[in-house]
């Protein structure tokens, strides 16, 4: 089965320094791969995508990198500020032929020290 | 504005009991999702839908049960066999084709008495 792995550990950074989160999965070769963020007791809100033929995709002091090869996705915040705080989760879509599925990592709590 | 609306946001049930857990999206979405999430294990997936009438079991199924009756709604029953139950619960839905991303609700925390 396919199997996604975030930073096992919570991260804390000092406001204005640039944050970055990994994602690695196994098996499955994924159609694309999306970033969330979640704050608590509230649902995924979606940030990122990018898909199997792209390197580096950026919104505002979003980045995203993909490396099919490596098997990883990095997620980067320039600039991190407190509102960053959040945890951050990963989801791969595999082909699409072969369902509508998406698989999670079990995310990476993330903590902007003003 | 559209969206995705679970209830209630607080559950709790008694030893035996089945309880139903609402989803509603206007987003006019065609496929809708149920996730468990519990500390530490991201979301596992429950059941999804991809059209009316049509729903296929996720990775964690036994001991749930699901209806789409209505394009808007897509209800999840957890019944007395699933003995664990005690999570916070997520539905998503998404536009079909590809590159959409999923929306989620905010969730039901559902607790054992």
């Known amino acids: 089965s396919q199997k996604i792995e975030q930073n096992s550990e919570a991260l804390n950074i000092q406001e204005g320094k640039t944050a970055t989160l990994t994602c690695n999965y196994t098996n499955y070769s994924p159609a694309y791969l999306q970033w969330y963020r979640q704050d608590p007791g509230r649902g995924p809100v979606f940030l990122l995508l990018i898909r199997e033929n792209e390197k580096e995709k950026r919104k505002e002091r979003l980045k995203v990198t993909f490396d099919t090869t490596l098997k990883q996705s990095l997620f980067h915040i320039t600039a991190s500020q407190p509102a960053d705080s959040a945890t951050y989760l990963c989801a791969l879509r595999t082909n699409l032929y072969t369902g509508n599925q998406f698989y999670f990592g079990t995310g990476t709590s993330l903590t902007v020290i003003p | 504005d559209g969206g995705i609306t679970q209830s209630p946001k607080y559950l709790f049930r008694k030893e035996g009991q089945n309880v139903t857990l609402s989803c509603e999206q206007n987003?006019?979405?065609?496929?809708m999702y149920w996730y468990r999430q519990d500390p530490g294990q991201g979301l596992r997936l429950i059941y999804y839908s991809q059209i009316v009438n049509d729903f296929q079991k996720g990775d964690i199924a036994e001991g749930y049960s699901v209806s789409r009756e209505k394009k808007e709604s897509f209800p999840l029953t957890v019944t007395s066999a699933q003995k664990n139950p005690t999570a916070f619960y997520l539905c998503?839905?998404?536009?079909?084709?590809?590159?959409?991303?999923?929306?989620f609700g905010d969730g039901t925390r559902l607790s054992i008495l």
């Open positions: 987003l006019n979405h065609d496929a």
């Open positions: 998503a839905s998404i536009r079909q084709g590809a590159g959409q991303p999923q929306h």
